[in-house]
């Protein structure tokens, strides 16, 4: 695992943008996981004015979701299919038959998370995938307790996520209780992944991911065992670190 410190959002968002176009460019047909939530924003707006200038060829790409909230449809505004579209699909001209989804109404939940990961299978794996850091040290969905093998299913919230998620639901009432999420065995299994880290409030998260023990309780300790997994964070979430500190 590599980490690099960006200077600031700005600059993190930048980079994240110009990592992926640059691996997009040796793979054009590549199966990329992406996240929502704040942190990943600022990327997909860069890697939109990239596309823009020509930069980067996005008609073949096969697009994975990465997580969505249990009985939230398409036209929720609690979806995170919805935001996905607005930040990354759209402005990415990403077509609908481009995209495996994790359904949120689907079912039988329990069979759109095994079918997605035989979908993820078939394709040969992931080649990126674009993770945020969730404040208990979650991916995707992947709750603490989550070891390195768990496979795409159904989970419980933790309340931790449940009060993060308030801010993008209205209140933490309107937050589901349960949510789909890409497993902890395909996400470990990219080819490569990006992690995204902003802010001063991730810095004991990032600590405990970085330089903390590998364990199920801080389920993205597992990337210091992926080689090809880079940490991007900014020096706002960097600053507690023994890295950064020289
Ligand atoms: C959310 C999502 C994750 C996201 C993470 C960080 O709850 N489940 O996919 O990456 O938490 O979110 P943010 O970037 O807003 O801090």
């Known amino acids: ?11 993190l968002s930048r980079q994240a943008a110009q990592r992926a176009a640059d691996l997009l460019k040796v793979s054009p047909a590549a199966a990329v996981i992406v996240a929502t939530g704040e942190t990943p924003m600022g990327m997909y707006r860069e890697l ?7 930069e980067v060829d996005t008609s073949r790409l096969r697009i994975f979701q990465l997580d969505e909230y249990l009985g939230v449809g398409d036209d929720d505004a609690r ?20 995209v495996v989804r994790l359904r949120g109404d689907a079912s039988d939940p329990s069979e759109e998370c095994s079918a997605f ?9 992931l080649d990126l ?35 993060g998620s308030a801010r993008y639901c209205g209140s933490a009432d309107a937050v589901p209780r349960r949510a ?27 600590k405990r991911t970085l330089e903390g023990a ?23 979430a960097a600053r507690a670190l023994d890295s ?3």
Do not use: C
């Not at 695992?1 to 600059?11: F, G, K």
């Not at 979806?79 to 481009?98: C, H, N, T, V």
């Not at 199920?216 to 597992?222: A, D, K, L, M, N």
């Open 180 to 206: 789909l999420t890409a497993g902890m065995k395909q996400l470990m299994a990219a080819k490569h992944s990006l992690l995204l880290v902003s802010g001063e409030r991730k810095q004991s998260i990032l």
């Open 1 to 11: 695992m590599l980490l690099t410190i960006a200077d600031d959002y700005h600059d």
């Open 244 to 246: 950064a500190r020289g």
């Open 117 to 125: 990961d035989r979908a993820i299978e078939e394709t040969g794996g």
């Open 214 to 236: 590998v364990s199920p309780e801080v389920p993205s300790s597992y990337l210091q065992r992926v080689a090809d997994a880079t940490v991007l964070a900014d020096q706002d």
């Open 48 to 54: 939109a004015a990239l596309k823009q200038r020509g």
């Open 79 to 98: 979806s995170l299919y919805g935001w996905m579209k607005r930040s990354f699909l759209d402005p990415l001209e990403i077509r609908a038959e481009q």
């Open 129 to 163: 995938a674009i993770l945020g850091l969730g404040m208990n040290g979650h991916l995707g969905f992947n709750e603490p307790p989550s070891d390195h093998e768990l496979p795409s299913r159904v989970v419980a919230l933790t309340p931790e996520s449940i009060g």
